[in-house]
């Protein structure tokens, strides 16, 4: 079922009060109230951004809050597919009507979404086409609906800039990935770093810092039995050293950081927590 919802509205999103002029908007699913936190990032994303945000999105739904994307190719998809993996509740807001899955190969992510409790957003109503100049202002409701915005890759131009300046403005706090300075998807990244953006270095920072903002996690991570070496595993090893992809490599590396069960000192992981 799809209903519209305005300002007025019991169900509203508080967050969208926050917008110079809140939309009305369309909605398939259920939204919750527990806070929302947006991972975005560029379509053009690197395997080390789509394993990072997959394990973002496992960790926040993890802690027991909603993950916020928009369901666009590369970072997004990654984080809907980690929070889903991890039985989490996701919110995908749309430039397109609810009912319209752009791109279309996220189709299995759409319906997924809402069987599993999620919700479909969008201030378009049904049947509205994917037209270019829609996804701009929909990012401000990605912002306006999450209580902190997360960029793990970017280039310098692209939504997901769009995104963390207008959470900025509304006063969301803005966590970024830094990244390599030759790697165009991080040079978005690292520029907003360098204007005042906060780096976070993993999903257990991550956690680390939404907790400083939304108070402790409401659900305790479940995480697999430790098996890393005492002397340290290499980034790269962990996929063969697990016998699992390297995108489920690095979000079990994830659920692992955030449970304190291992550390990261650069490309090495090793067992226990931070020192």
Same mark, same amino acid.
């Given at each position: ?13 508080? $967050? ?28 053009? +994303? ?15 739904? !993890? ?19 980690? +929070? ?7 919110? /995908? ?5 609810? !009912?319209? +899955? ?12 809402? /069987? ?50 207008? $959470? ?12 390599? =300075? ?6 978005? +990244? ?9 780096? =976070? ?6 956690? /680390? ?22 002397? $340290? ?5 962990? /996929? ?13 590396? $994830? ?21």
């Amino acid at each position: 079922m799809v209903t519209l919802v305005g300002p007025d509205d019991p169900g509203y999103p508080v $967050g969208l009060g926050d917008l110079e002029d809140p939309p009305p908007i369309w909605v398939a699913g259920e939204l919750r109230p527990e806070p929302g936190v947006a991972v975005v990032g560029t379509r053009r +994303c690197t395997r080390y951004g789509m394993g990072l945000s997959d394990s973002f999105g496992r960790a926040i739904s !993890d802690a027991g809050w909603t993950v916020v994307s928009g369901l666009a190719r590369g970072i997004d998809t990654a984080a809907h597919r980690g +929070c889903l993996e991890a039985r989490g509740h996701a919110v /995908a807001v749309l430039g397109s009507g609810v !009912d319209v +899955c752009y791109p279309a190969e996220n189709r299995p992510i759409h319906e997924r979404i809402l /069987a599993t409790g999620g919700a479909i957003v969008s201030e378009y109503p049904p049947g509205t086409p994917p037209d270019r100049w829609r996804f701009p202002a929909r990012n401000r409701i990605i912002a306006a609906m999450s209580a902190a915005v997360v960029v793990v890759e970017a280039n310098e131009t692209g939504g997901a800039l769009i995104t963390a300046r207008l $959470g900025a403005e509304i006063g969301r706090p803005v966590f970024v990935v830094p990244g390599d =300075v030759d790697r165009p998807a991080s040079a978005g +990244c690292n520029r907003l770093i360098k204007d005042g953006a906060h780096p =976070v270095l993993g999903p257990h920072d991550l956690i /680390a810092e939404l907790e400083l903002i939304l108070g402790p996690a409401p659900v305790a991570s479940t995480v697999e039995p430790v098996d890393v070496p005492e002397g $340290g595993v290499e980034l790269d090893d962990l /996929a063969e050293l697990w016998g699992v992809s390297p995108a489920e490599a690095m979000a079990r590396l $994830g659920r692992l950081e955030l449970a304190g069960e291992v550390r990261r000192d650069g490309h090495t992981v090793y067992p226990g927590g931070p020192r």
